[in-house]
């Protein structure tokens, strides 16, 4: 075993200088150069859409996996419960909307105000779901942050199962329907049927993630959320209130996860309790595939699942989906632990 | 005139024949009129919960056959019910102990159920071990008689084995009316061709047992009829939510319209939503019994439920003729709209037969009490009896003659209409030929 232990270390040493960068990305550029690109000369409408289905999915699974990401980063707690915040957010999403009169199946037909009033439920549903997950890190998780790190796992696993039964018990095991105020109809590329939806949406996330790497990057509060991510007990010495800054993180990562649940509902019309469990375990693997407590590495590596989906889907069998997802993931994992743009965590 | 006289003793047995048949097949109804005691036979299934409005009008469909059979060879027939449902939903466990009362009572020769195919898995091994007979109004899983698919529509059904270890080494004591899963995809196959005239399709599977299954026979049945199959064949997972990709490729490679083997709870219902800007409205979509008349599944395909296909292991039996006169009397009987579905014509039918079983093995056995293995005999020999499905005989797995696949079109996207979902058509794989009639 020492030795197989070995050579793989040998192996990621050997994998890490210049040449093995070339390597590294050279062999899923090779098998890229050679199984997709050439698809794209034989019909190069069909590739231009399946390529805007992978890009439109990875956005929306991008929304979930910066909560990951971000909660991660500053305290190194895989949040469980973050996939279920998730369902939660689009849950709240449409009962906000059926409050105002916004139920699927009735077109009312808003105009140019369908902008104010997605945008507007948008803001109040982030505004709710964030507010939910600060309370559940205060009852769950922050008495036990100076605990063997087991402690605060298990409890997040306990919450993702305590919301999963709420849900359940709210709504019921169905599928429960969400409104669609995305526009409708669609342009030709290449004789691709590009939805405005998709790109809606795309566009949707985009500025979300611009917004919060702006947030981070430039505000005092993002600087102390950064500080705190480093290291912990000197933030702290700087003045720094880690229980304000950890709050706030929590709060984001749920806003932005209910903006992915309201947006989700848009684009694929339904949900049930136990949705956000499957797609927070796929925006969890983004989050480590890009690099955990990495913000654009998380977005980077819930694009990839998208695309990888995608095209397996369009071109491929569906079952071998999930092979090929996580091959990759060991993949990348084997020769790049910290992932494709590195780890940000804090430091021991 | 003294020909006439000669004939006439034959003239009566003649109408009395007659009589008999129009009193649901029993063998001489009332031809002893002595009072030999009573015969109990038993109606399992879910008669309270959420699936009481399949149960309760199943078991007044047997109370109905018991009504019309009278007394039998002077035995009063006496209906006992048994309630399977636990909090509401069937429950295999509240069914063998169903099973295994109705083994005590020494009056009861037989039974008719379950509703649910796990339920009858393990009543199964219980009823055969005391030769109790057991009728099914409703299980259409395959492997609960057959070890696969039928050999004309081949598909891997995954039974492993499965009938033979619940009958151990005792005679089949299992037999039901309604015919098997595995000639739901083939029916909706020749429907697609045949009334649709659709030659291409993109065919997709929710990956499990059931869903493959219908999916594989579908396939098999539209090439072997001269369809064809296009774009990626699509098995997708619990995690796949968007099923874009996959209906675009089959767009392109030119399906005229799509077949997904599942159900409503594996988003069958999502993929037909998803169409939408992909695929005209109009775009015919198949699915099996796991998406037929509900709501649910109008609800998630929304303004893409109208032109949704679906097919159900059973007759409807307002489109089979012999059924008239069995619904007017029912109806007559039980004139509350609720009590009326297609389950309860056919629990007539199930009810008739295992009464008339009963009547052969009073034969049988001198005209005393039959004994339980008497009447599980007299059952599995059951030929041409004719009743509301026609004529209805068993083979050796237990398994009816009239192989009835009935296919329903929703043409509403209201989920609360899905119950009316129309009658489009239906085959019968017991024919030499099956076709699909549409009338």
Redesign the interface.
């Known amino acids: 075993m020492a030795t197989v232990a070995g050579a793989l270390k040998q192996t990621r040493l050997g994998i890490s200088g210049r040449v093995g960068g070339w390597i590294f990305y050279g062999v899923p550029l090779v098998a890229f150069l050679v199984l997709i690109l050439p698809r794209l000369f034989l019909?190069p409408g069909?590739f231009l859409?399946?390529l805007v289905?992978?890009v439109?999915?990875g956005a929306v699974l991008a929304l979930i996996a910066l909560g990951y990401t971000m909660v991660y980063g500053i305290i190194e707690l895989i949040n469980f419960a973050h996939g279920d915040i998730f369902t939660l957010g689009g849950f709240i999403g449409v009962l906000i909307f059926s409050l105002i009169g916004i139920v699927?199946?009735k077109d009312l037909n808003l105009g140019f105000l369908t902008l104010f009033v997605v945008i507007g439920v948008m803001a109040v549903t982030m505004a709710i779901n964030g507010g939910i997950n600060v309370l559940i890190e205060r009852v769950a998780y922050r008495p036990l942050r100076h605990q063997p790190r087991l402690a605060p796992l298990i409890t997040a696993v306990g919450m993702s199962f305590i919301l999963e039964g709420l849900m359940f018990i709210w709504k019921g095991p169905?599928?429960i329907?969400s409104p669609d105020l995305l526009p409708?109809g669609?342009f030709t590329v290449l004789a691709a049927?590009v939805?405005y939806r998709s790109i809606v949406l795309i566009a949707a996330a985009l500025v979300l993630v611009v917004l919060l790497t702006l947030f981070i990057e430039r505000t005092k509060l993002g600087k102390a959320m950064r500080a705190t991510a480093q290291d912990r007990d000197a933030a702290q010495l700087m003045g720094i209130d880690i229980n304000r800054t950890i709050s706030a993180t929590f709060f984001i990562g749920a806003a932005l996860a209910a903006a992915g649940g309201i947006l989700?509902g848009f684009y694929?019309?339904?949900f049930r309790f136990d949705?956000g469990f499957?797609?927070g375990l796929?925006a969890f693997t983004a989050a480590v595939l890009g690099g955990i407590g990495n913000i654009r590495g998380a977005a980077l590596g819930a694009l990839l699942i998208g695309l990888i989906?995608?095209?397996n889907?369009?071109?491929?069998?569906?079952?071998w989906?999930?092979v090929l997802i996580f091959a990759i993931l060991v993949y990348v994992l084997v020769f790049r632990p910290t992932g494709l743009l590195g780890m940000q965590v804090p430091e021991k | 005139m003294t020909r006439l006289k000669g004939l006439r003793p034959v003239a009566v047995v003649f109408a009395a024949s007659l009589a008999a048949a129009a009193c649901g097949g029993s063998s001489g109804g009332s031809s002893s009129t002595a009072d030999k005691g009573e015969i109990h036979i038993g109606v399992e299934m879910p008669l309270s919960g959420t699936e009481s409005t399949q149960g309760q009008p199943i078991l007044k469909g047997v109370q109905y056959a018991a009504q019309r059979a009278g007394k039998v060879k002077g035995f009063t027939i006496k209906v006992i019910p048994f309630d399977d449902a636990v909090n509401g939903v069937h429950d295999p466990q509240k069914g063998a102990q169903n099973v295994q009362a109705m083994v005590g009572d020494t009056k009861l020769l037989g039974f008719v159920g379950p509703l649910n195919s796990n339920v009858a898995k393990t009543e199964i091994p219980i009823a055969a071990d005391a030769n109790l007979t057991m009728i099914s109004p409703a299980n259409t899983g395959v492997c609960l008689t057959k070890d696969n698919a039928d050999s004309r529509f081949p598909y891997d059904a995954g039974c492993g084995g499965l009938a033979k270890q619940l009958r151990k080494s005792n005679p089949n004591n299992y037999f039901r009316v309604v015919t098997t899963d595995d000639y739901q995809g083939p029916a909706m196959a020749d429907y697609f061709l045949q009334v649709l005239k659709i030659q291409k399709v993109g065919v997709?599977s929710d990956?499990q047992t059931y869903g493959k299954g219908i999916a594989d026979a579908f396939t098999a049945e539209f090439k072997a009829k001269g369809g064809q199959v296009v774009g990626?064949?699509?098995?997708?997972?619990?995690?796949?939510?968007?099923?874009?990709?996959?209906l675009?490729?089959a767009k392109?490679a030119g399906a005229q319209g799509i077949y997904v083997g599942g159900t409503t709870g594996t988003?069958v219902c999502?993929v037909r939503?998803?169409m939408n800007?992909?695929f005209d409205a109009t775009t015919p979509f198949g699915g099996g019994d796991g998406i037929v008349q509900d709501g649910?599944c109008v609800?998630?395909a929304?303004?893409m439920a109208p032109n949704v296909f679906a097919s159900i292991a059973a007759v409807d039996p307002v489109h089979v003729p012999s059924a008239k006169s069995v619904i007017d009397g029912y109806k007559k009987a039980y004139p509350d709209p609720a009590d009326y579905t297609a389950y309860s014509i056919v629990a007539t039918d199930a009810g008739g037969i295992l009464i008339n079983a009963i009547s052969k093995a009073i034969d049988d056995n001198g005209g005393n009490m039959p004994k339980r293995d008497g009447v599980r005999k007299a059952a599995a020999s059951t030929k041409n009896y004719q009743g509301a499905l026609g004529s209805t005989s068993f083979d050796a797995n237990g398994d009816t003659s009239v192989k009835i696949i009935s296919i329903y079109k929703y043409d509403s996207?209201d989920p609360k209409k899905a119950n009316d979902e129309p009658w489009v058509g239906q085959e019968n794989f017991g024919e030499d030929k099956p076709t699909v009639k549409t009338s």
């Open positions: 019909n069909f859409q399946i289905f992978g439109t999915d699927p199946g169905n599928f329907q409708g669609h049927n939805d989700y694929l019309h339904n949705t499957i797609t796929f989906r995608a095209f889907d369009g071109y491929g069998r569906s079952e989906s999930d | 997709a990956n990626p064949r699509n098995d997708y997972d619990q995690n796949t939510t968007d099923f874009k990709p996959f675009t490729a392109n988003k999502q939503a998803q800007g992909i649910e609800g998630q929304g303004a996207a």
